[in-house]
């Protein structure tokens, strides 16, 4: 080889690294766009997470759009919580939790008109609807990379047998076409790994939620304001339900076991946070049943904080849950818990250590959360959380946690 030939060599070759490097550095600071879909951002765990994880990926060069359907106005919604962030945020209308082919069609053509306008590099869908008709959409514009996020297995205790039936047989399929399915825990995987008879171990991951529960942690126990608002005083015992007012909640079992527990302790009192569809269903059960003075309809409150403060007892009797943040949040702020079998409870309370696992059947209901109240009276409830289970809950949980771990998934890390 000449000399003529070994200079030309070399500069073809620093040319070629200079261009591979050039590419290299426009891909890393190319921000990643994102659209995240949601079915409704109602009053719950869900909504908190897709703000969270959409505010916090700015951080690792990254712009969010996020969509949401519409919530009933019988549960609220969180929208506040998504407006004045640092990413967009918009609600399409007819996307809605009910099935309805001409409203679901509506939303489908409006979510595939947003993909088209914003040519994201990611589409993020979380919940049921919103996962069927988000992904099905990014598909047809040809989106890179689709992730789904299941916040709990909903194929128990939501929907018909037939519906239920159809949503997995549509499952199975969109989940052989999505980049990646994210569980938010280890049981909850194995779940659907069961469900959907998926063959490759690494098409789910694990990724907790994410939940900022500072003021949780800085709340002191018993700070009676909330307590005083109901006109109780100390010497009343208030277990809590924290949760929607529809059906898989189960909150007709927990007023049934009220009729016994008032009479085996008389100063008890039941709060019941939430709205729902249920709402005059189950006053009209209270007040059949005799109670109506132990059982405080509260609503839906914006400072849950002073509500774990003053409750003796956070309750959950749920048919279903998935990782039940009002449990996270109730463990943060030090209030003891007592809940339901089912989901990702016993995760959530470490199997029993954190929290009082109690079973589903009504009978052994009410007898074991007898027992709880009367173990929390005596000071015998080994399960109450202390400053180390408060702290070792909000690292678990924290936001940062979540917004690297997905950020790291979309990266491929």
Known sequence: MNYYSIILTKTLTTCKKAFILSIQMEYKNKKLKILRIISRMNVGGPSKHVVNLSEGLNKFNCTTLLISGQPDKSEGNMFALAEDKNFGFKIIKYLRRPISLFYDLISFIELILEIKHLSPDI?????????????????????????????????????????????????????????????????????????????????????????????????????????????????????????????????????????????????????????????????????????????????????????????????????????????????????????????????????GKTGRLLPSEPELFTKSLANAIFDLKEGKFKEYPDLKTRQSVAKAYSVDNLVRNIYNLYSGR
């Open 123 to 351: 589409v993020h869908t979380h919940t049921t609807k919103a996962g069927i008709l988000g992904r099905a959409a990014a598909l047809l514009c040809g989106v890179p990379k689709i992730y789904h996020t299941y916040h709990g297995n909903v194929f128990k205790g939501y929907f018909s047998r037939f519906q239920t039936c159809l949503i997995i047989a549509i499952e199975r399929i969109f989940s052989a076409f999505t980049t990646k399915l994210i569980a938010l825990t280890p049981n909850l995987a194995a779940e659907l790994n069961h469900i959907f008879r998926i063959k490759d171990t690494n098409k789910i991951s694990v990724i907790p939620l994410g939940i900022d529960l500072t003021t949780y942690l800085s709340t002191p126990r018993k700070a009676h304001t909330w307590r005083k608002s109901l006109g109780l005083t100390d010497k009343d015992f208030i277990i809590g339900i924290v949760a929607r007012l529809v059906p898989v909640k189960n909150h007709t079992m927990l007023i049934n076991s009220m009729k016994i527990l008032a009479k085996n302790f008389p100063e008890l009192h039941l709060a019941v946070i939430g709205n729902g569809e249920l709402e005059n269903i189950l006053k009209r059960q209270a007040d059949n049943l005799g109670i109506s003075k132990h059982i405080h309809f509260c609503g839906i409150s914006k400072e849950l904080e002073k509500i774990y403060s003053d409750l003796d007892l956070l309750v959950l009797c749920s048919k279903n849950e998935g990782t039940p943040v009002v449990i996270i949040e109730a463990l943060a702020a030090g209030c003891p818990v007592a809940a339901v079998d089912v989901g990702g409870v016993r995760e959530v309370l470490e199997n």
